[in-house]
């Protein structure tokens, strides 16, 4: 029996040229809602790669990830992801938001991976968001008559991070860059990386954080010496996002009467540690930028803090800071793998239905997760950051700490499944709210606070590196 959901049968939610199309074709099919629980190797990814030669659809069970080494070694070609605005031209002809996995509709050569077949039952976009199309894998192969097979794909189950050896993670970083390094000497991990040292601003600031004597003249004279921090610091408490009551005149004043003490001391430090890594020329398509990524992060983990019961309650300076510096592992591989940053960029832009941390995995043998967790460690930030970084992508974790990981998973999640972050919608499991104590309405509400200020987020972000 299909573990497909039916979709509702009052309304044909696929677009018509698609069904026209399959029925031209004399291809049965029948359409299905488009939710998390169906497996993964029944749907089909319809990736349309291109190069100097020109394009190829190719096509294989969201079980496996797309392994461009190896389709490059099997057709002689180094094929990219076709750029975004050409793609939504190409499916704008037809109305459609989606890439349906049907060689008839893009008449671009074809390559699949033969274990795609394997099913009895394949599950392809249907163009539309949210419906899906199932079609019998006897029928879907006449579709594949002119198309060439071959075994390119990495099955996920295959690709295991580190997610709970955080003391593995030095030997793993070790053995990444030496598999990187031409010369592979052996060397100790400080010599083989050249990480910047923590940047004066930043130890000040860390000073002050476990000075329980520090006051608000000694927060304002230290972002006061950064002029950049300083106007950043005070468009933020002027922003429509806090609606602070008059004009926001200096950086006291920011601090006094709208953001506190907590969140600046926060905010400054993670705008000082985030921007001693630059942030890389190349990215994927589509992706999120870095500063906006960790400013909706940081914001929505500053709601749900409030929605975690006061006694049960974490440090909302430090969940904060831990959203804001969320994503800085992706810096350091920039940083440390330049060469090959690239490369994880274009796996990431072939393999949507696949999380950054399997395909960083997969080519490194490490993960942002664990290289951000070791510079928090580098820097001697606080074990609720080293935690909050090293453990986001668990929502099982409960060791110590585990609010400050758990609020970033939650936090990622909620954002990813609205669009926003990159990677494949998750399901928000129960227990990691239940651990939290937050109820998912008020996670919801959360997000949609965020949602509903994001011009003005995003604004604040571009101030951070206007460059991007």
């Given at each position: 029996m299909s573990d497909a959901a039916r979709a509702p049968s009052d309304s044909s939610q696929a677009p018509e040229v698609i069904l026209q199309l399959l029925a031209k074709l004399g291809i049965p099919s029948r359409e299905v809602c488009d939710v998390t629980t169906l497996a993964a190797s029944r749907r089909v990814q319809a990736s349309l790669l291109e190069d100097a030669v020109g394009t190829l659809l190719v096509l294989f069970p969201q079980s496996q990830l797309l392994d461009l080494n190896r389709l490059a070694e099997l057709t002689g070609r180094k094929l990219v992801a076709v750029k975004p605005d050409r793609l939504e031209r190409m499916l704008g002809k037809h109305q459609l938001g989606r890439l349906p996995a049907l060689p008839p509709l893009t008449s671009s050569p074809c390559l699949y991976d033969e274990r795609l077949l394997q099913e009895p039952q394949l599950l392809i976009e249907s163009g539309a968001a949210g419906t899906l199309l199932e079609i019998p894998t006897a029928s879907f192969r006449s579709l594949l008559e002119k198309a060439s097979a071959a075994r390119f794909g990495v099955t996920l189950e295959s690709i295991r991070p580190n997610l709970d050896r955080p003391d593995d993670d030095r030997k793993e970083i070790t053995q990444a860059v030496q598999a990187f390094t031409a010369r592979r000497i052996q060397q100790r991990l400080e010599e083989t990386i050249e990480i910047p040292p923590l940047p004066e601003t930043a130890q000040k600031i860390i000073k002050l954080r476990v000075d329980p004597n520090a006051t608000v003249d000694d927060i304002t004279g230290v972002v006061e010496t950064d002029p950049a921090l300083a106007a950043q610091v005070v468009s933020w408490a002027a922003s429509p996002y806090y609606a602070a009551p008059g004009k926001i005149r200096s950086v006291e004043d920011a601090i006094v009467r709208v953001l506190g003490f907590d969140l600046v001391i926060n905010l400054a430090l993670g705008l000082a540690l985030g921007k001693t890594l630059s942030l890389p020329k190349d990215q994927p398509q589509h992706a999120t930028p870095y500063w906006h990524q960790a400013i909706y992060t940081a914001a929505v983990i500053e709601g749900l803090t409030r929605a975690v019961p006061r006694a049960e309650r974490p440090e909302a300076g430090l969940t904060y800071l831990g959203g804001l510096l969320h994503s800085i592992g992706y810096l350091v591989l920039a940083h440390i793998f330049p060469p090959h940053f690239s490369l994880i960029c274009r796996h990431l832009e072939v393999n949507p239905h696949v999380e950054h941390n399997l395909v960083e995995q997969h080519l490194l043998g490490i993960t942002r997760e664990q290289i951000g967790a070791w510079l928090m460690r580098t820097w001697d930030m606080p074990e609720e950051i080293?935690?909050?970084?090293?453990?986001?992508?668990?929502?099982?974790?409960?060791?110590?700490?585990?609010?400050?990981?758990?609020?970033?998973?939650?936090?990622?999640?909620?954002?990813?499944?609205?669009?926003?972050?990159?990677?494949?919608?998750?399901?928000?499991p129960q227990d990691l709210l239940d651990r939290l104590d937050i109820p998912r309405e008020k996670a919801e509400d959360a997000v949609r606070k965020v949602l509903d200020a994001e011009a003005v987020l995003r604004e604040l972000a571009s101030q951070f590196n206007p460059a991007h």
């Open positions: 080293y935690t909050a970084l090293r453990f986001q992508h668990d929502p099982s974790y409960a060791g110590d700490c585990s609010a400050y990981a758990n609020l970033v998973c939650l936090a990622t999640r909620l954002l990813r499944n609205h669009g926003i972050g990159s990677g494949p919608e998750t399901d928000i």
